[in-house]
Nanobody, 123 residues
């Protein structure tokens, strides 16, 4: 079991930056594949970025070059640095953990979820 709590969301102007955090308790994040997902109103939850146990990363095309996923093992925290934000990045962002050996990008493979944090980008 692992408990995940996101923070760092908010309102930002287009072109700005935010850093989301996902604090974990119960188990070490390094034992999971970790992912960030987002869900906009009326749309399905989609993968934004993922990080394997070995450090391999995945980014959705829409965020490549702007977002960076990282993990601080000492603090058992996952991060998502978001730069050059666009209005279309507006969504609730969720972190998730998967008991998996390789990167996973589909929500159904993830076993644990945080409660989500709202990111709103104004134009």
């Amino acid at each position: 079991q692992v408990q995940l709590v996101e923070s760092g969301g908010g309102l930002v102007q287009a072109g700005g930056s935010l850093r989301l955090s996902c604090a974990a308790s119960g188990r070490s994040l390094s034992s999971f594949v970790m992912g960030w997902f987002r869900q906009a109103p009326g749309k399905e939850r989609v993968s934004v970025a993922a990080l394997s146990r070995s450090g391999a990363t995945y980014y959705a095309d829409s965020v490549k070059g702007r977002f960076t996923i990282s993990r601080d093992n000492a603090n058992n925290t996952l991060y998502l640095q978001m730069n050059s934000l666009k209005p279309e990045d507006t969504a609730v962002y969720y972190c998730a953990a998967a008991n998996a050996a390789a990167l996973r990008t589909m929500a159904r493979y993830y076993d644990y979820w945080g409660q989500g944090t709202q990111v709103t980008v104004s134009s």
